[in-house]
């Protein structure tokens, strides 16, 4: 992070002694020990100096931190993994609440649901619901938070089997602008518990999140790699496909440079590759069956899908993507790839930055189509493709190239596009795109906003306007 010169907050010294007294948790300021460490994101290119961060422990905690805020008028961000492009869990001046602190875990493998505190990541769910032969869908990679990655929609490797997070979410509990706590789920505050499946941290602090689980423990899975050569020829395979094949086999196309490291073959280092990486959480019996066509008519120089424990799928690439690197993100939705899309995502993938950048396409048909666009926040139940377009490496260096590489990138491809793209995968690009993501469902999530959190509290987010007085009557 690049060091700069902050002007100090000034607070009222009282007030913050009284809140020290009130958390079980931590307060830090700058200048405590701990507090560098605290305010690190998990992208580099974000460099935030709270005045405040209570690291809360428990709801006591969280109304707490709320009511502080809230009353003294300060900018107020809410930290679960910390995972955000745009470091929407964090602040300059304000106070963050940071729950990482909070990371119980209670399974309850005979109603087969997890309840899990807001700060966990979903290596911290796997972990405790693995052994009892259970899991839920969550993304790709480990380190991500539960927080976040669900309140945006979630989508993972069970998507087409499972659907998206939200869609295996029973219910929140979480702390209102006011201070009050609440359960939304399906029989209390319906409206609210639509708008968290998708609408973000906009309505709240979800102290803990109940989730459905599914019997998943091995599932056959793994990347398999082609020439970037044959890229045309592969995304067009994977998309008539996907687009086709049973829900429990999911696999996300990718253009990818292959790292310097085993277990890749050393003639395929640093090399531009195109890649799927599949899952396939049907019966581990048939899955050699289900593979053989793939097998047969786009036969990959390098193949690691193999059965393996869902928690080590989940866990592959996490060695690859540390915290601290620098992330710039873009993202659409796709209903289908056409011919001249096609050609586009393999010109500029074949302009990947750094060794690090890539270009996913992940696809959200199967299960994701089994709930209607307007029975969660989470709108684009008609797309197919979720695209993601990611600008990473450790040198700030390339940050001006990365930029440039990604923005170029979305913007050939934005026309055939469905219009909007998914906010956990996009940066602070205002008011326009979080409309574009909602499409339909933005006026409705404006109005519950105006219910819950009317003076716009919880505004570091993918921030939805709360709806005037005069726009509701
Ligand atoms: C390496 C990597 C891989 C990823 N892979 C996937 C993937 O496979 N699938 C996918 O869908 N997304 C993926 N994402 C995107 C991810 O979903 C978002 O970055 C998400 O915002 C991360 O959540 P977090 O809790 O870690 O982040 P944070 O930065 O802590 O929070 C993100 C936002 O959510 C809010 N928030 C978080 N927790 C709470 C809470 N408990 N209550 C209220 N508000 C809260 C914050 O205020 C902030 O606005 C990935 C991101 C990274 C960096």
Redesign the pocket.
Known sequence: MIEQQHAPVTLEEMAVQELATHLRGTLLRPGDVGYEEARA???GMINKHPALIARCVDVADVIAAVNFAREQQLTL?????????P???TCDDGLVID?SGMKGIRVDPVARTVRVE?GC?WGDVDHATHPFGLATPS???S???????T??????YLARSLGL?IDNLLGVD?VLADGSFVTASADEHADLFWAVRGG??NF????SFLFQLHPISTVYGGPMLWPFGQAAGIVKFWRNFILNAPEEINGSFGLVTVSPAPPIPEQFHLKKMCTIVWCYSGALEQAEEVFQPIRTNIPPVVDFARPMPWPVLQSLFDAL?PPGLQ?YWKTDFFTDLSAKAIDLYVKYGAQLPTIRSTMYLHPINGAVHRVGASETAFSFRDANFAEVIVGVDPDPANNQRMIGWARDYWMALHPYSAGGG?V??MMDEGTDSVQAAYRDNYARLAQIKATYDPSNLFH???NITPMSERMRS
């Open positions: 994101v998990y992208n961000a809410v930290r679960g993994g910390g995972h955000n492009g470091g929407l869990g729950l807001g990541t993304g790709l990679i380190t991500t938070g539960v927080g976040g990655l309140l945006g929609g979630g989508i993972g997070t979480l973000g941290g709240g602090v979800v102290t993507y992330w998914y956990n995968m570091v987010n993918q």
